[in-house]
């Protein structure tokens, strides 16, 4: 019984000891913000239902949501440089807050369209800050590991969020509002409450997006993240268009999606702590080359069950690239620019969450085949490319002090 005990503290503190405890703040945090993440995946359904928007006057909605998206994560990034990383997070979860419960009470175009435009810039600017905040308190041997935890905690919150989101909304779409803003505001308070700023001094170093932009490492992962982006994006865009374009039901798509959740929450932390030991950079190559192959596998697919094998496929491609990201910019950042480097690297999912639908839909104009073997390519590409990169990226990592927060 002692073995058996023993064996399973060195278990769990293989998975989640060594962390400090305002890691453990943002990840309890992160988690209950994403249980409450209802309204976002239901947003066009409320437009049209709810509000009787026609389809035209919801596509300029979410349009207008998508520009202050693209925008968001730039201005995230430089105020968590600029002000900090804990007041940056905090204040996007209220002004998140407010602007849920605004836009569940504006019942005319003029006001849902400013709130739409408010929700674009603050939803999802508390990720430069939680990428920053994470690289100062997390040593660089263990910001895989972290990460990995960070994204569990979003899946499994999100996982949950869009079952209970999808029965609420039975009963009426006021419900959805509440609780993401409930969710929100306990999210900032207990960043404010109880993580610390972890921000360099101000005026220990000199620096803005100038130097982001001049570093050709960082553009060069920059460009390549918005590949396999534009790649990984596809499962929620055209995926379900190319699906039901076989004349399978929409819960083929559902089905074979849920595959994605469930492997994500069940494998992904027996071996977020194994793929930690690797190097980060060539870890998430492999992870990308798996994701194009998975995709690229759906063109041999018209089975319900045969998608659900592809999706398993590029699925296990996406628990390997877990963590592996953010432990790259981590790397990349000098630690007082850890804000805007993040900005960066949010914008370009930002830029490939608008290319996605717009290429996508025109490579499955031209046939499922042209779509997916395109879109494998392009992961595969974007795999090649990071491999090309990660001898500089594991040099420059190297030549800064490993300890948290240090400056490089």
Same mark, same amino acid.
């Given at each position: 019984m002692t073995s058996l005990a023993a064996r399973r503290r060195s278990f769990l503190h293989a998975k989640i000891g060594g962390l400090p405890r305002p890691f453990w703040v943002l990840f309890s945090g992160t988690f209950v913000n994403r249980l409450g993440t209802m309204v976002e995946p239901f947003i066009g359904v409320y437009l049209t239902q709810a509000r009787g928007m026609s389809l035209a006057a919801a596509g300029v909605v979410l349009a207008v949501f998508g520009m202050g998206s693209l925008v968001s994560q730039l201005v995230a990034g430089w105020l968590a440089d600029r002000i900090g990383r804990r007041a940056t997070l905090a204040g996007a979860m209220v002004a998140t807050a407010a602007g849920m419960l605004a836009l569940g009470y504006s019942t005319s175009l003029p006001a849902i369209v400013a709130v739409m435009a408010l929700l674009g810039l603050v939803l999802d600017a508390y990720r430069p800050a939680s990428q920053a905040l994470v690289a100062?308190?997390?040593?660089?041997?263990?910001?895989?590991? &972290?990460?990995?935890?960070?994204? =569990?905690?979003?899946?499994? !919150? $999100?996982?949950? &969020?869009?079952?209970?989101?999808? =029965?609420?909304?039975?009963? !009426? $779409?006021l419900w959805l509002f509440w609780i993401d803003a409930l969710t929100s505001l306990i999210f900032g308070l207990l960043v404010w409450r109880a993580v610390p700023e972890t921000r360099p001094a101000a005026g220990q170093r000199p620096g803005g997006f100038r130097d982001v932009l001049g570093d050709r490492l960082m553009l060069a992962f920059v460009v390549i993240s918005l590949l396999y982006t534009f790649v990984y994006l596809q499962a929620f865009t055209t995926l379900p268009l190319a699906i039901t374009g076989q004349g399978l039901p929409t819960s083929a798509y559902g089905l074979a999606l849920a595959v994605n959740g469930v492997l994500i929450v069940v494998v992904q932390p027996l071996v977020s702590d194994r793929l930690a030991r690797y190097d980060p950079g060539r870890t998430l190559a492999a992870g990308m080359a798996v994701v194009g192959v998975g995709f690229g596998l759906m063109a041999l697919a018209t089975t319900t069950t045969v998608y659900a094998a592809t999706v398993a496929v590029w699925t296990l491609g996406e628990v390997m690239t877990a963590g592996m990201a953010g432990a790259v910019v981590a790397a990349l950042a000098p630690a007082h620019?850890?804000?805007?480097?993040?900005?960066?690297?949010?914008?370009?999912?930002?830029?490939?969450?608008l290319l996605a639908p717009l290429i996508g839909t025109r490579l499955l104009a031209a046939g499922q085949v042209t779509l997916w073997t395109v879109v494998g390519a392009a992961g595969v590409l974007g795999a090649l490319g990071q491999l090309a990169i990660s001898p500089a990226i594991r040099h420059r990592s190297a030549a800064r002090p490993s300890a948290a927060g240090s400056e490089g």
């Open positions: 100062d308190l997390i040593p660089a041997h263990d910001r895989p590991r &972290a990460f990995g935890l960070l994204f =569990w905690a979003i899946n499994l !919150g $999100f996982a949950v &969020a869009m079952v209970a989101g999808g =029965w609420l909304a039975q009963d !009426g $779409f620019l850890r804000g805007r480097y993040n900005g960066v690297y949010g914008f370009a999912w930002s830029v490939g969450g």
